[in-house]
């Protein structure tokens, strides 16, 4: 079995900064892709960034230059370093990854965190 624990959300004030982890622990062979998604109050969950399979990274168009995607291989975690922070960044942050659990697994299942609040305000 396959978790995905969150932590870093908080209040914030505009213009702050945050750092999300994300570690992901259980049975796991391989990761296909891993990143953090968020959902506003009212609107669609989206990718914030994110690794992708063929090795690359994604941010969304919002986020590019203030937020920072990473990873620790060894640990199996990934951070979301989110600076210059804005009222329209508030949501709440979910972890994403798609991996497989064994050699034969041949198509990644994806897993989700419980997601953490983070609150932009004065």
């Known amino acids: 079995q396959v978790h995905l624990v969150e932590s870093g959300g908080g209040l914030v004030q505009p213009g702050g900064s945050l750092r999300l982890s994300c570690a992901a622990s259980?049975?796991?062979?391989?990761?296909?892709?891993m990143g953090w998604y968020r959902q506003a109050p009212g609107k669609q969950r989206e990718l914030v960034a994110g690794f992708t399979s063929a090795g690359n990274i994604d941010y969304a168009d919002s986020v590019k230059g203030r937020f920072t995607i990473s990873r620790d291989y060894a640990k199996n975690t990934v951070y979301l370093q989110m600076n210059s922070l804005k009222p329209e960044d508030t949501a709440v942050y979910y972890c994403n990854a798609e991996l497989v659990v064994t050699i034969s697994q041949t198509k990644p299942t994806p897993y989700w965190g419980q997601g953490t609040q983070v609150t932009v305000s004065s």
């Open positions: 259980g049975s796991i062979f391989s990761f296909y892709a």
